[in-house]
């Protein structure tokens, strides 16, 4: 299968998993109470640790400061999900994800100062295109003045920076010393810290207990769901950048928003109980604007690499 078809698996799978964090966010967790949702996110790949272990045993061969590296680039991944769901508590899915697209800018900036990589004039363009439409997003139309969300803006910026680090420190290493090998103590790191954090975290720790108390049933399910579907793009995302360059790869993430914002579209239309997208004349123009320049800056930017 072409890479890019393999790599658009990803994008479409996190934007079902973004509205059923929103959901879960909106039902389950009101008042900001997000840890239970973080240890479930953190603590939920070790259900992938045995499968890995079977599909390659020698994942125990590596030397320990490969590990170590490894397990550090998995606890990162949580801190970003930490980040994200404080974001997603302020502000629609449709707002809070297209910021990930600032990734592969990211990504450039860190090949430009550590590895010499430079940037061709359409590649900047592109970038460009990116940033004005997330500037865009973090512009809020209030009694006809602008405001910006400068808290939205922050989580999700520092997210996507970490996520960049992330995607290349994986990349050098998986290159190296294999995907399984690599994925499994990247999934360790983030159980790791999930254990930290349920011990440390009073909060978090009161808030999963509670959850598995009450409505754990329908809360553990859906989250079941949830996580296989995050934890199943995040597998196809690292496949994807052994195949090609990774920030070609994070460019094709330049769909998400777009699979956002259209299944926003489709839960207010017939499932509004699900999810709700704002309607309004105004609200969808400045959406429609914003993803537009955000895709078509990624399309362009996958098109001049």
């Known amino acids: 299968m072409n890479w890019f078809l393999i790599a658009l698996i990803g994008p479409v799978l996190y934007a079902i998993s973004n509205h059923v964090d929103k959901y879960l966010i909106e039902k389950y967790f009101k008042g900001g109470e997000s840890g239970a949702l973080i240890l479930f996110s953190s603590l939920f790949s070790v259900v992938t640790l045995p499968i890995i272990y079977f ?10 400061t490969t590990i170590a590296v490894l397990v550090l680039n998995g606890m990162l991944t949580v801190v970003c999900i930490i980040l994200y769901f404080k974001a997603l508590q302020d502000d629609e899915a449709s707002i809070v994800i297209p910021y990930y697209q600032t990734i592969p800018i990211f990504g450039f900036i860190l090949g430009y100062f550590f590895l010499g990589e430079t940037l061709t004039l359409a590649q900047i363009i592109s970038c460009g295109l990116i940033i004005a439409g997330t500037i865009i997003l973090s ?6 003045k602008l405001k910006f969300k400068k808290r939205v803006a922050a989580l999700m910026l520092l997210a996507s920076l970490l996520y960049a680090i992330g995607g290349v420190v994986f990349k050098i290493i998986a290159v190296e010393d294999g995907f399984w090998t690599s994925i499994f103590w990247d999934f360790f790191g983030s159980v790791l810290l999930g ?15 509670q959850v598995l108390r009450m409505n754990s049933w329908s809360v553990m399910s859906l989250n079941a769901f949830n996580e296989i579907i995050f934890v199943v793009a995040d597998g196809v995302f690292a496949y994807a950048t052994l195949l090609a360059p990774i920030a070609l790869v994070m460019t094709v993430n330049g769909f998400q928003p777009a699979f ?9 239309l017939f499932f509004p109980k699900l999810g709700r997208e704002s309607m309004t004349a105004t609200g969808l123009a400045h959406k429609i604007l914003a993803i537009g320049l955000i895709v078509e800056g990624a399309i362009f930017l996958s098109m001049n690499f």
């Open 55 to 64: 599909i390659d045993p020698g994942v125990f061969s590596l030397d320990l």
């Open 139 to 144: 512009l809020n139309f209030i009694g006809g």
């Open 195 to 209: 254990v930290i954090l349920y011990f440390s975290i009073s909060s978090y720790r009161k808030q999963f207990l």
């Open 260 to 268: 956002v914002f259209l299944l926003g579209i489709v839960l207010t």
